[in-house]
């Protein structure tokens, strides 16, 4: 039997043109760059960056971006064995404002669906899902169908089995119109109609992870007080919840009674899109690692501050030796040379955390 993987993730995927100028409107914008993007994709890359075997589960359209997203997998060394074409939806395309440290409204373009969403229970290989070391499932898998139920079936073969991180990722506009956090049991309406409380807690009764910011957690357990939505998600079935407090850092809480409680790293903002990605895929790192949980969120917290300092979020996840750095000196450098392609334009910086932004 194959080795298996250290993370496989399933999720959303796509082409990300962020602005090369800061403080600009995208209407002004001349510039792009052209990034892989989409949270599980990039979770994977950030788990590869640490020297993590790491493959994602998803779908692209049969187009040119389609080809450059399977490039840019391999050269991140991310497996794309199970990132496949669907012919009837275009790759989706995700465009960015940046004016930093705190405001990057986002554009997505994944009309009339997403092929990420187009993933069926049946295409998926099971025996290696059952046995990577980490899965980790989004939010944004439960928006829809097929996805969503590929996303249950897969948390069913896992059966708690390793680790099993469910990311909350509330994106609102990717579920039906009208549909509320708290509605009707999936179980006994109709799966399109699902409504979003009711699907993260059949997901949830089959994670051993719940990582998500105080508004994931109102939606995932109606808590977004930090502690009492650690409890929530204890009891909802979880063994460990993250809660992420934005400036004041994050929360996290095993069943067991350990916690940790640690502070935001200073940085620089940039672009915090995706700062919560590289959190995950450190996560992931340190977790696998078997650390304590409190060196497993500075190192976390670290790795997320380092790409709030940068433009893009799937090349700009760190190294082992970039977190250490940051970690050993308290705050993430100045002057990232990774973050040098961008130009500032009335920019508006200052120190923040990447908490807020996650």
Same mark, same amino acid.
């Given at each position: 039997?194959?080795?298996?993987?250290?993370?496989?993730?399933?999720?959303?995927?796509?082409?990300? $043109?962020?602005?090369?100028?800061?403080?600009?409107?995208?209407?002004?914008?001349?510039?792009?760059?052209?990034?892989?993007?989409? &949270?599980?994709? =990039?979770?994977?890359?950030?788990?590869?960056?640490?020297?993590?075997?790491?493959?994602?589960?998803?779908?692209?359209?049969?187009?040119?971006?389609?080809?450059?997203?399977?490039?840019?997998?391999? *050269?991140?060394?991310?497996?794309?064995?199970?990132?496949?074409?669907?012919? %009837?939806?275009?790759?989706?395309?995700?465009?960015?404002?940046?004016?930093?440290?705190?405001?990057?409204?986002?554009?997505?373009?994944?009309?009339?669906?997403?092929?990420?969403?187009?993933?069926?229970?049946?295409?998926?290989?099971?025996?290696?899902?059952? &046995?990577?070391?980490?899965?980790?499932?989004?939010?944004?898998?439960?928006?829809?169908?097929?996805?969503?139920?590929?996303?249950?079936?897969?948390?069913?073969?896992?059966?708690? &089995?390793?680790?099993?991180?469910?990311?909350?990722?509330?994106?609102?506009?990717?579920?039906?119109?009208?549909?509320?956090?708290?509605?009707?049991?999936?179980?006994?309406?109709?799966?399109?109609?699902?409504?979003?409380?009711?699907?993260?807690?059949?997901?949830?009764?089959?994670?051993?992870?719940?990582?998500?910011?105080?508004?994931?957690?109102?939606?995932?357990?109606?808590?977004?007080?930090?502690?009492?939505?650690?409890?929530?998600?204890?009891?909802?079935?979880?063994?460990?919840?993250?809660?992420?407090?934005?400036?004041?850092?994050?929360?996290?809480?095993?069943?067991?009674?350990?916690?940790?409680?640690?502070?935001?790293?200073?940085?620089?903002?940039?672009?915090?899109?995706?700062?919560?990605? %590289?959190?995950?895929?450190? $996560?992931?790192?340190?977790?696998?690692?078997?650390?304590?949980?409190?060196?497993?969120?500075?190192?976390? =917290?670290?790795?997320?501050?380092?790409?709030?300092?940068?433009?893009?979020?799937?090349?700009?996840?760190?190294?082992?030796? *970039?977190? %250490?750095?940051?970690?050993?000196?308290?705050?993430?450098?100045?002057?990232?040379?990774?973050?040098?392609?961008?130009?500032?334009?009335?920019?508006?910086?200052?120190?923040?955390?990447?908490? &807020?932004?996650?």
């Amino acid at each position: 039997m194959p080795e298996p993987y250290d993370v496989i993730t399933m999720g959303r995927i796509g082409v990300d $043109l962020y602005p090369l100028r800061t403080g600009v409107p995208l209407a002004e914008v001349d510039t792009f760059g052209k990034f892989l993007g989409g &949270s599980a994709t =990039n979770v994977a890359v950030a788990a590869a960056r640490l020297g993590r075997r790491a493959a994602v589960i998803t779908r692209t359209g049969r187009d040119p971006f389609g080809d450059y997203l399977h490039q840019a997998l391999r *050269e991140f060394e991310v497996d794309d064995r199970w990132v496949t074409a669907v012919d %009837a939806y275009p790759t989706p395309v995700t465009f960015c404002e940046v004016f930093p440290p705190d405001d990057f409204p986002l554009y997505f373009y994944r009309l009339p669906k997403a092929p990420d969403l187009e993933i069926h229970p049946g295409e998926l290989d099971l025996d290696a899902i059952r &046995s990577a070391r980490i899965f980790w499932m989004t939010g944004t898998g439960l928006c829809a169908e097929p996805s969503r139920t590929a996303t249950l079936a897969a948390l069913e073969a896992r059966g708690k &089995s390793g680790i099993t991180v469910f990311d909350l990722d509330w994106r609102p506009m990717f579920w039906p119109d009208g549909a509320e956090p708290n509605g009707a049991d999936p179980d006994s309406a109709d799966p399109d109609g699902a409504e979003p409380g009711a699907v993260y807690a059949r997901a949830l009764r089959h994670a051993t992870v719940a990582v998500g910011n105080l508004d994931e957690c109102e939606v995932a357990v109606g808590e977004r007080e930090p502690h009492a939505a650690a409890r929530a998600l204890l009891a909802a079935g979880v063994e460990l919840a993250v809660v992420k407090q934005g400036p004041k850092g994050v929360l996290a809480v095993h069943r067991d009674g350990t916690r940790a409680e640690v502070p935001p790293v200073p940085v620089d903002v940039v672009n915090g899109l995706g700062a919560g990605d %590289a959190f995950g895929g450190a $996560l992931c790192h340190g977790l696998l690692a078997g650390w304590d949980l409190e060196r497993v969120m500075r190192y976390a =917290n670290a790795a997320g501050a380092i790409v709030a300092g940068r433009l893009a979020c799937s090349s700009a996840m760190p190294y082992d030796e *970039e977190v %250490a750095r940051t970690l050993a000196d308290g705050r993430v450098p100045a002057g990232d040379p990774a973050a040098s392609a961008i130009t500032p334009s009335t920019a508006r910086s200052s120190v923040r955390s990447p908490g &807020s932004l996650s």
